[in-house]
T-cell receptor, first 112, second 114 residues
Framework: NAGVTQTPKFQVLKTGQSMTLQCAQDMNHNSMYWYRQDPGMGLRLIYYSASEGTTDKGEVPNGYNVSRLNKREFSLRLESAAPSQTSVYFC???????????FGPGTRLTVT | GENVEQHPSTLSVQEGDSAVIKCTYSDSASNYFPWYKQELGKGPQLIIDIRSNVGEKKDQRIAVTLNKTAKHFSLHITETQPEDSAVYFCAASDSGGGADGLTFGKGTHLIIQP
């Protein structure tokens, strides 16, 4: 039981490049989330998926797109990376809303 | 939307003493309040949570209190140990129709002095 896994762990992009961050959970959770963490800012919700086939914007969705590929997988895509997207990205999952969210180990992204 | 304020941003206590971290929230509809601990290089991990129908919850050395009227909740750690050193985040969630994700405070860096 691996919990929540994220790939890659580290990534460096040049401005304008695109990439997809992958997330998978093996706990049969319905809800999945993408957060970004910046120094002194806590964690901020980018997008979430309440169930397979649904996605909704969070607090800071601009510049990102998501896909809930199936119940296990939830990916985050940066179409044209900008330096302001330099951050640590965390994926999380929960049985449903208002239950414990389990976080992955994070992806550290640097955009130059 | 919800706004969560967390204080202090840094807290240094002597090993064996107690530590208290406080949070306030703005949305009276919020009804779920978890606390997360984050160690360096890792994702946040839930340590305790409380729902709005409960005023206090305790788990060994950790306790959380909730005052719905004042819209604030606190984390209490007693008999602190070196392994308690980490960043702690409070969060709030509204299950009544708001976004499904949590709104986090900005974190408290807890330092346990030997």
């Amino acid at each position: 039981n691996a919990g929540v896994t994220q790939t890659p762990k580290f990534q460096v992009l040049k401005t304008g490049q695109s990439m997809t961050l992958q997330c998978a959970q093996d706990m049969n959770h319905n809800s999945m989330y993408w957060y970004r963490q910046d120094p002194g800012m806590g964690l901020r919700l980018i997008y979430y998926s309440a169930s397979e086939g649904t996605t909704d914007k969070g607090e800071v969705p601009n510049g990102y797109n998501v896909s809930r590929l199936n119940k296990r997988e939830f990916s985050l895509r940066l179409e044209s990376a900008a330096p302001s997207q330099t951050s640590v990205y965390f994926c999380a999952s929960s049985v449903t809303r208002d239950y414990e969210q389990y976080f992955g180990p994070g992806t550290r992204l640097t955009v130059t | 939307g919800e706004n969560v304020e967390q204080h202090p941003s840094t807290l240094s206590v002597q090993e064996g003493d107690s530590a208290v971290i406080k949070c306030t929230y703005s949305d009276s509809a919020s009804n779920y309040f978890p606390w997360y601990k984050q160690e360096l290089g890792k994702g946040p991990q839930l340590i305790i949570d409380i729902r709005s129908n409960v005023g206090e919850k305790k788990d060994q050395r950790i306790a959380v209190t909730l005052n719905k009227t004042a819209k604030h909740f606190s984390l209490h750690i007693t008999e602190t140990q070196p392994e308690d050193s980490a960043v702690y985040f409070c969060a709030a969630s509204d299950s009544g129709g708001g976004a499904d994700g949590l709104t986090f405070g900005k974190g408290t860096h807890l330092i346990i002095q030997p």
